[in-house]
């Protein structure tokens, strides 16, 4: 396992074969596969969210708008005052302040009009949170129950029910969906596999019959944000460290 900068980050984001981490000031670093420029944040960027991708990674900067950095096969992101943004291979989506989603890239369209207050896009699909808990789907079918956060991979979502459970729903080979009982505080799915949080310890999940590369079971500490990846994941200590581990062949799994 790897350990990067101490006490410096509050948030981390797990792509395919590379990383990006927030600091609490708002710097932005990223790790791994450089192949599109997707980990080469622009500098001097300061962000309030991050969300890496697999070929394009993008940022919520200081005064809501977005800036994303890699391949440019996605296009230009739309202007606007922004709270969150998710990126997958093809196609990102952001929640504007007012809540409404904006999307774009390839397949951008079918997105549900309304208010939501957290959203995430796997490979041809999007999922967003409602106030009332409630969770709307486009290219994959809506879960039932009420929710307090949710995650995506590349065929499937898992979210946290309100009683810290988890529910998935969508592909669900490998053991992706089915996750341990809770309750649970945080959690992450990944490409094959999923994790949460349970107080200060993690749990891992899926990818059965696949590779393992170390990322499932969960490396043992004490954290406070987690991000699965494509074969690896990476978390945020409670003494705001970045650790990793599972696949480095990229150096995904090797924090700065």
């Known amino acids: 396992m790897d350990t990067g900068s101490k006490g410096r980050w509050a948030q981390v984001s797990a792509a395919s ?13 990223c790790w791994g596969s450089d192949n599109f ?28 708008g977005l800036v994303c950095w890699g ?7 739309p202007s606007g005052r922004f709270t969150q943004v998710r990126v997958a291979a093809v196609r990102a989506c952001a929640l504007t ?13 079918g997105a549900p009009a309304g208010a939501f207050e957290a959203l995430d896009v796997g490979a041809g699909f ?13 290219g994959l079918d809506s879960p039932s129950g009420r929710f307090t956060s949710l995650d995506a991979g590349d ?6 029910l309100e009683d810290g459970g988890i529910s998935c729903w ?13 309750p649970f505080d945080r959690l992450s799915v990944g490409t094959f596999h999923g994790c949460a949080l349970a107080g200060d310890a993690a749990l891992c999940w899926g990818a059965e019959g696949r590779v393992n590369f170390g990322q499932v079971p969960a490396a043992g500490g004490y954290y406070r944000h987690i991000a699965a990846g494509g ?3 990476c978390v945020v200590t409670t003494l705001g460290e970045l650790e990793c581990w599972g696949a480095d062949n990229a150096g995904q799994a090797s924090p700065p």
């Open 17 to 29: 074969v590379s990383s990006c981490a927030r600091a609490h000031d708002g710097g932005v670093a």
């Open 37 to 64: 420029g997707e980990a080469t944040p622009p500098e001097g960027l300061v962000a309030q969210d991050i969300s890496a991708g697999p070929r394009t990674s993008c940022a919520v900067d200081l005064d809501g």
């Open 71 to 77: 391949d440019t096969h996605m296009g230009e992101p």
């Open 97 to 109: 302040e007012e809540g409404e989603l904006a999307c774009w890239g390839e397949d951008a369209e």
């Open 126 to 138: 999007g999922c967003a949170l409602d106030a009332a808990g409630a969770v709307t789907c486009w």
């Open 155 to 160: 065929a499937h979502a898992c979210g946290l």
């Open 170 to 182: 969508g592909e669900d080979a490998d053991g992706r969906g089915d996750a341990p009982s809770g």
């Open 231 to 233: 074969w690896h994941n």
